[in-house]
């Protein structure tokens, strides 16, 4: 069974810092992993799609990588800005082919200025 | 990204009545859809798998009898909270699956916040 683990629950940091977002997953036999920001009280954003033949997605300041092998995905964000303040969610397929996405915990962001 | 939309984007509704919410695909044809719900300070928790033309499939502890999902067709599914109670008040969020056979994406509706008072 697919379960998903992101840490830290929460961050906070000066504006300007790179900072990484780690994901961890236990069914390695996925498809793809996808990463998404949520504002509070809104619905979802999608940032990063990684199929399982990249090893890394590249989107602006946002870099998202792939490796199955040992289960783990990062998300960095280089030169974090207040904007970026929300909350990040991992997912990856659900075990089996049945297209369900298993959500992490999220980390919550806070950039300072 | 392909569009979902969900409607309505807020409701509130006294205990005991039933609430409607739809999903639909705006830019292609979902044979799947799911639904998700989300508690305050919480994550996703996948409710229900909706499969146009055939029963929808519940995740474990989820009454399907208090959660109806219709998929009528390829681009409408539907989740009605009958006998609403405050403990169901949550955010209910949808998406519509999309797969080349080769590539697979959810695309997610901005959401339905639900109060029950």
């Known amino acids: 069974k697919q379960e998903v683990t992101q840490i830290p629950a929460a961050l906070s940091v000066p504006e300007g810092e790179n900072l990484v977002l780690n994901c961890s997953f236990t069914?390695?036999?996925?498809?793809?992993l996808q990463w998404f920001r949520q504002d509070p009280g809104k619905g979802l954003t999608s940032l990063l799609l990684?199929?399982?033949?990249?090893r890394e997605q590249t989107s602006g300041r946002l870099n998202a990588s792939l490796d199955k092998s040992s289960g783990r995905s990062t998300l960095y964000i280089a030169a974090s800005q207040p904007g970026d303040s929300a909350t990040y969610l991992c997912?990856?397929?659900?075990?089996?082919?049945?297209?369900?996405?298993?959500f992490g915990q999220g980390t919550t962001l806070q950039v300072k200025p | 990204g392909a569009v979902v939309s969900q409607h309505p984007s807020w409701v509130i509704c006294k205990s005991g009545t039933s609430v409607k919410i739809e999903c639909r695909s705006l830019?292609?044809?979902?044979?799947?859809m799911f639904w998700y719900r989300q508690f305050p300070k919480q994550s996703l928790m996948l409710m229900a798998t909706?499969?146009?033309?055939?029963?929808?499939?519940?995740e474990q502890g989820v009454e399907k009898d208090k959660f109806l999902i219709n998929h009528a067709s390829l681009t409408l599914s539907t989740l009605t909270v009958t006998s609403a109670h405050p403990e169901d008040s949550s955010f209910y969020i949808c998406?519509?699956?999309?797969?080349?056979?080769?590539?697979?994406?959810?695309?997610f509706g901005p959401g339905t916040r639900l109060t029950v008072l």
């Open positions: 998406s519509a699956y999309w797969t080349s056979g080769i590539y697979n994406e959810q695309f």
């Open positions: 069914d390695s036999a996925i498809y793809n």
């Open positions: 990684i199929q399982s033949s990249q």
């Open positions: 997912a990856a397929p659900g075990s089996g082919n049945t297209g369900k996405l298993i």
């Open positions: 830019d292609f044809q979902a044979t799947t």
């Open positions: 909706s499969n146009e033309g055939s029963k929808a499939t519940y």
